[in-house]
């Protein structure tokens, strides 16, 4: 069990479905079973928000989402594709000072995603995280 892991039970009960919490070189720190993210792909979010380039879109868990808006530390992407409808997710990624949190909802709160995920980025943020 992760020091982490209560972050991602509090985010699981705001409404979040996959979720996670990673270092900014992709690192598991701690998520949800519905997330199935490599570090790879972690990290190459990262660098896509970084370099503000997102030119195929985003993967997790080898699932490619199509990007829908991107800000300088945040990316909203859909999943279109996915094996089951209740796992077309809408993923909102947001990076704070030394990681990244990620989290989606499937279905007619999925806008929601966005403002949970820079909520707990905002307080990792001023944990100095």
Same mark, same amino acid.
């Given at each position: 069990?992760? +020091?982490?892991?209560?972050?991602? /039970? %509090?985010? @699981? ?6 979720? &996670? !919490? ?16 490599? @570090? #790879?792909?972690?990290? $190459?979010? *990262?660098?896509? !928000? @970084?370099? @503000? ?9 080898? #699932?490619?989402?199509?990007? !829908?808006? %991107?800000?300088?530390?945040? *990316?909203?992407?859909?999943?279109? &594709? $996915?094996?089951?409808? /209740?796992? %077309? ?6 990076? +704070? ?16 995603? /966005?403002? !949970? ?8 943020? /001023?944990? %100095?995280?």
């Amino acid at each position: 069990m992760s +020091a982490w892991d209560p972050y991602i /039970t %509090n985010m @699981q009960k705001s409404g979040l479905v996959p979720c &996670g !919490i990673y270092g900014l070189n992709g690192s598991l720190w701690a998520e949800s079973p519905e997330i199935k993210a490599t @570090q #790879q792909e972690v990290a $190459a979010i *990262v660098a896509g !928000i @970084q370099a @503000q380039k997102f030119a195929n879109g985003i993967h997790i868990g080898g #699932q490619r989402y199509m990007v !829908i808006r %991107n800000t300088p530390d945040t *990316v909203t992407a859909k999943c279109r &594709g $996915a094996p089951k409808d /209740t796992e %077309n997710y809408l993923l909102h990624a947001a990076l +704070a000072k030394s990681c990244v949190v990620l989290g989606g909802i499937c279905g007619p709160s999925e806008r929601d995603a /966005t403002k !949970i995920v820079e909520d707990f980025r905002d307080y990792l943020v /001023t944990c %100095n995280y």
